[in-house]
Nanobody
Framework: QVQLVESGGASVQSGGSLRLSCTMYGFTANKYCLAWFRQAPGQGREEIVDIDNNDDTWYRSSVKGRFTVSRDMAKNTMYLQMDRVKPEDTAMYYC????????????????WGKGVQVTISP
């Protein structure tokens, strides 16, 4: 059983930075996709970035150039470095994992974390 636990959520001012972590307990997959999703109040959940076991990455256009995904599999941890944050980045942030294949997207995710709140003030 895999358990994902996010940390690092905070309230910061616009233009600032923060780093989210996703610790993946019980994770042993060799083929996988790891992703970050977010959900703003009153809006649907959207995938913002993912990375697979081949180090291929995808970024939503709204975060490309500002957010960076990375992973340290020796620590079973994925990170999301968020720079030059904007008020529209305010949302609950969730990490997710597909532990069977490297296909990404919400429909392919097997496990989800409970989320952390990120609030960006003007």
């Amino acid at each position: 059983q895999v358990q994902l636990v996010e940390s690092g959520g905070a309230s910061v001012q616009s233009g600032g930075s923060l780093r989210l972590s996703c610790t993946m307990y019980g994770f042993t997959a060799n083929k996988y996709c790891l992703a970050w999703f977010r959900q703003a109040p009153g809006q649907g959940r959207e995938e913002i970035v993912d990375i697979d076991n081949n180090d291929d990455t995808w970024y939503r256009s709204s975060v490309k150039g500002r957010f960076t995904v990375s992973r340290d599999m020796a620590k079973n941890t994925m990170y999301l470095q968020m720079d030059r944050v904007k008020p529209e980045d305010t949302a609950m942030y969730y990490c997710a994992a597909n532990v069977e294949t490297f296909f990404c997207g919400a429909a392919n995710m097997d496990y989800w974390g409970k989320g952390v709140q990120v609030t960006i003030s003007p």
